[in-house]
T-cell receptor, first 114, second 111 residues
């Protein structure tokens, strides 16, 4: 049973560029959430996708956008990259509507903005 | 002030000792509480999941939630060097809601 998979594992970009990160959820899961984890800090919620729609959004600017596909996989797009966007980007999947819903995380994409 | 506070450590213990971790929070609406373990450059791994107040035990791990004090704890018995990692507490208000994380506590178990 494949867990949550993310690609690429590492990425180096320069300021002003755009980046797309990809995530495939754990088998049987239909909901994908994205988190940003700066070095030495806990993950911060970016947004959640269910049924191909953004359901919840954290305190992130519109430069951060996403998409969910019919097979439940998801993309995170960041435009006009800033140095402060350097972080580990984590994707988590779950099964929507479960009272004891549990999130399972991928290994993340390490983004470095130079 | 952050919604969830966690001592960053590092917390250094000898092998075989009990590791004691805790988080405090300010929002009484949190109902679901989790502990994750994160190794360097990896994603968080779910260790314990608790709903509302009470204790939960799973092998060497015990999670406690005291909602009246807005305080949660994780205890690791018979610690091993492989337990060396960053431990993150997380909580949410309802099913389907976002997780709010503490900043993590780095734990070092010395052989």
């Amino acid at each position: 049973d494949a867990g949550v998979t993310q690609s690429p594992t590492h990425l180096i970009k320069t300021r002003g560029q755009q980046v797309t990160l990809r995530c495939s959820p754990k088998s049987g899961h239909d909901t994908v959430s994205w988190y940003q984890q700066a070095l030495g800090q806990g993950p911060q919620f970016i947004f959640q996708y269910y049924e191909e729609e953004e359901r919840q959004r954290g305190n992130f600017p519109d430069r951060f956008s996403g998409h969910q596909f019919p097979n439940y996989s998801s993309e995170l797009n960041v435009n006009a990259l800033l140095l402060g966007d350097s972080a580990l980007y984590l994707c988590a999947s779950s099964l929507f509507g479960q009272e004891n819903e549990k999130l399972f995380f991928g290994s993340g994409t390490q983004l470095s903005v130079l | 002030q952050k919604e969830v506070e966690q001592d960053p450590g590092p917390l250094s213990v000898p092998e075989g000792a009990i590791v004691s971790l805790n988080c405090t929070y300010s929002n009484s609406a949190f109902q679901y509480f989790m502990w994750y373990r994160q190794y360097s450059r990896k994603g968080p791994e779910l260790l314990m999941y608790t709903y509302s107040s009470g204790n939960k035990e799973d092998g060497r791990f015990t999670a406690q939630v005291d909602k009246s004090s807005k305080y949660i704890s994780l205890f690791i018995r018979d610690s091993q060097p492989s337990d060396s990692a960053t431990y993150l507490c997380a909580m949410r208000k309802a099913a389907g809601n976002k997780l709010t994380f503490g900043g993590g506590t780095r734990v070092l178990v010395k052989p």
